[in-house]
């Protein structure tokens, strides 16, 4: 194996790891050095040239002549008859310089110089992995699905990195194939048994705050500011922003002309319904705005527990508390208070009856699937249809007929 094998390699490494000529150039000499240190016990007197251009490198020993019967150390010193070989004109206390061939190593010693060489840039190259993507936390990055399995997605960038996106990190309804390409933002990155591991996301909020700045003009500039942003993957979002200048709809720039700019991201959100909210900061309008599209009549703040009670009409309660609970899940935590909904004049109606009453009649799982859409009492359960019913609640049509029949059965 001679210098130009070598240099070969050196070169191969340097075409496809994106490590700088100074890094390069310091790791060489430091692996020959330690080549030197093993095989004379000092690198001080030999000088280590590199040429990564040329593709080739020099090493040269510095020894001082002395007579031939005072050599101590042949590392260091040359007996003057040795040194006459080399030029004529040498004489006692002069410093002979003379080329070592990497072949005098041995060819054990150019093998593990050549393992070393080999290590030591696949550390630099982990290293380089790990600052770059350590400084692009919070970014999106766009990557090729490479492998996919049960518990997470193997993703490579365009330099062919491994990005992982966990299956909890996923929208629920997220379908990846090998060769698919993937956006997702940089959650995370740490170390971990010296390889560099990389997180994405496609399920955190900052997610959803990046595709609003590649969308809307004004975020990325600065006019308009997403307050805050609460999200249930792949159902729904709500996102509060504000605009710095009057002249701005924040709310209207967000949607765009026909939902022109937000279509592009419940697409890639898997048709994830996006509500964008006027933020403000009199409490109660925002709480009025958070339960949209649900109407409000009033609210009544406990500051201190940081709770809120909401009053609406009957036929508003199912859209404040939304399917599954969703509306008023993501209300409370966009405004920070626990909010409970509560039917107009609810009090005064004393012909109404709790759905709890109909306990010994109607299943607990049936009354808290009518509870979840809102309907917490028999009156607000008749006052919907059985398509209203079967379309928001998970309940069979001839079960909610029984549960009516059975209600009506109770003012009859």
């Known amino acids: 194996m001679d210098n130009l094998n070598l240099i070969d390699t050196f070169s191969e490494f340097k075409e496809l790891k994106n490590i700088d000529r100074a890094t390069m150039m310091s790791v060489l000499e430091d692996v020959f050095r330690n080549l030197l240190m093993k095989k004379y016990g000092t690198d001080e007197n ?27 150390d042949p590392n260091l010193q040359i007996s003057l008859s040795e040194a006459k070989k080399i030029d004529e004109d040498y004489e006692v206390g002069e ?8 072949h005098d190593f041995g060819r054990r010693a150019i093998l593990a110089l050549r393992q070393n060489l080999s290590a030591r840039i696949m550390d630099l190259e982990k290293n380089n992995v790990y600052n770059k993507y350590k400084d692009r936390i919070g970014e999106i990055v766009t990557g090729e699905v490479y492998q996919v399995w049960k518990r997470e997605v193997l993703v490579l960038d365009d330099e062919g990195n491994e990005l992982i996106i966990p299956k909890s990190e996923q929208i629920p309804s997220d379908y990846f194939r090998k060769g698919d390409t993937v956006r997702a933002v940089v959650i995370k990155v740490e170390m971990k048994n010296n390889t560099p591991l990389i997180i994405l996301s496609r399920t955190s909020p900052v997610f959803l705050e990046r595709l609003f700045e590649l ?28 605009s710095y200048d009057e002249r701005i709809d ?74 599954g609970g969703l509306n008023i899940r993501l209300a409370s935590q966009l405004a920070g208070y626990e909010i409970d ?72």
């Open 46 to 72: 030999f000088d280590v040239i590199i040429n990564i251009d040329k593709g080739d490198f020099e090493i040269w020993r510095n020894r001082e002549v002395v007579e031939d019967d005072e050599v101590e």
């Open 95 to 102: 410093e002979v310089t003379d080329e070592v061939k990497l």
């Open 215 to 242: 969308e809307v003009p004004e975020i990325f500039d600065g006019l308009i500011t997403i307050k805050k942003i609460v999200r249930i993957p792949g159902e729904r979002a709500k996102v509060a922003v504000e």
């Open 250 to 323: 924040p709310v209207g720039a967000c949607v765009g002309m026909k939902g022109s700019r937000i279509h592009g991201i419940v697409r890639e959100l898997k048709n994830e319904n996006i509500d964008v909210i006027n933020f403000t900061n009199n409490t109660q309008l925002f709480i009025q705005r958070a339960l949209s599209p649900a109407k409000i009549s009033s609210i009544k703040l406990n500051e201190g527990e940081k709770r809120a009670e909401v009053y609406l009409k009957a036929s508003e309660v199912s859209l404040a508390i939304g399917k």
């Open 341 to 412: 909904v509560y039917r107009e004049n609810a009090e005064e109606d004393e012909e109404d009856v709790n759905l709890e009453e109909f306990g010994d009649e109607i299943d607990g799982w049936i009354i808290d699937e009518l509870k979840a859409i809102g309907c917490d009492t028999a009156k607000s359960v008749l006052e919907l249809t059985v398509e209203d019913l079967v379309k928001r609640t998970d309940l069979e049509e001839e079960t909610i007929r029984e549960v009516l029949q059975i209600l009506k059965a109770e003012f009859e």
